[in-house]
C-alpha cells in the first residue's frame, strides 16, 4: 500500500508516481545478486507484497506513525494493538491529530493502556508540531539521517521509534530496524549464526543491501512471522 506521501529531496522514498511494480521488480533483482540469503528467502516468496501487513493499520500520517511506534515500546503485538483501539475509541475511531491529542485529558490516554512515560512523550511531540517547533512538511522532506536527529531529540523517542515511522508514514526505502529484537531474531535463523547478532552486527550485515534496506528487512520479518503467525511488527526498543 502506497500512500504517495511526497518524500522530499534525499528521503529515499516510493512516491505516487513512480511504479511500484517496476521498483519491487528492480529492488528484487538487487538484493538477489547482493546476498544468496535474500535471494533464497525472494525466491521462496514470489507473491510477497512488503506492505500488505499495513492494510491492517489505521491511516496514519507521521504523526500518527509516531504514536503507533510510541504505544509498541516495550509491548507484544497483541498489547499493542489492543492500546491502539483503546486511543481510537477515544476519538471516534481514529488516530488523534496533535491539536486533538492535547486536547483530551492525559487521564483518558493513561486509561486507553498508556503509561504516563509514553503519555509525556506523545504530548511533548504533540505541543512541538502544534506549536511550530516542529513542522511537519519540513520532517517529511528531510534525509533520514537529520529526520532520526530532529526527532530523537524528544524524550522517549528512539531510532527504533523513528526507523518504523520512516517505514510506515514515508516509505523510506533504506532503513532497517537493528535493535527490534524480532529483526535479530530472524538474522540468526537466517545466516544460522550461533548467537543473537548485536546491533552493529545486523547493520553490518544489512550494509549489502543498501538501497534497499526496509525491502530486505521486509524479507526478513516475513520469513520469521511465518513461524509464528503473527503480523510482521514487533515492538522491544525505542
Excluded at 549464526?193 to 516475513?222: C, G, M, N
Aim: hydrophobic letters at 45%.
Amino acid at each position: 500500500m502506497v500512500t504517495g506521501i511526497p518524500a522530499g529531496k534525499g528521503a529515499g522514498s516510493v512516491t505516487e508516481g513512480s511504479s511500484r511494480a517496476l521498483w519491487l521488480q528492480q529492488a528484487r533483482s538487487y538484493l538477489r545478486n547482493a546476498d544468496p540469503v535474500l535471494a533464497r528467502l525472494i525466491d521462496d516468496r514470489p507473491a510477497f507484497d512488503p506492505r500488505a501487513w499495513m492494510a491492517q493499520l489505521p491511516p496514519m500520517d507521521l504523526y500518527g506513525a509516531l504514536l503507533f511506534q510510541v504505544t509498541g515500546q516495550q509491548l507484544s503485538v497483541a498489547a499493542t494493538r489492543r492500546t491502539l483501539a483503546r486511543i481510537e475509541a477515544l476519538f471516534d475511531g481514529h488516530l488523534p491529530s496533535p491539536a486533538e491529542l492535547l486536547g483530551v485529558d492525559p487521564g483518558k490516554l493513561r486509561e486507553a493502556g498508556l503509561s504516563w512515560r509514553k503519555v509525556g512523550t506523545l504530548r511533548d511531540l504533540a505541543e512541538r508540531l502544534s506549536g511550530g517547533r516542529l513542522n511537519p512538511d519540513v520532517l517529511r522532506s528531510l534525509p533520514d539521517d537529520e529526520l532520526m536527529a530532529e526527532l530523537t531529540a524528544i524524550p522517549g523517542i528512539g531510532p527504533w521509534t523513528v526507523q518504523g515511522a520512516m517505514i510506515i508514514a514515508l516509505q523510506r526505502e533504506d532503513v532497517v530496524l537493528p535493535g527490534d529484537l524480532a529483526l535479530r531474531k530472524a538474522v540468526r535463523v537466517a545466516y544460522q549464526l550461533d548467537h543473537l547478532p548485536s546491533q552493529q552486527e545486523v547493520l553490518a550485515i544489512a550494509e549489502k543491501w543498501r538501497p534497499y534496506r526496509s525491502l530486505a528487512t521486509s524479507y526478513l520479518f516475513s520469513a520469521a512471522f511465518e513461524r509464528t503467525e503473527a503480523r510482521p511488527v514487533a515492538p522491544h526498543e525505542t
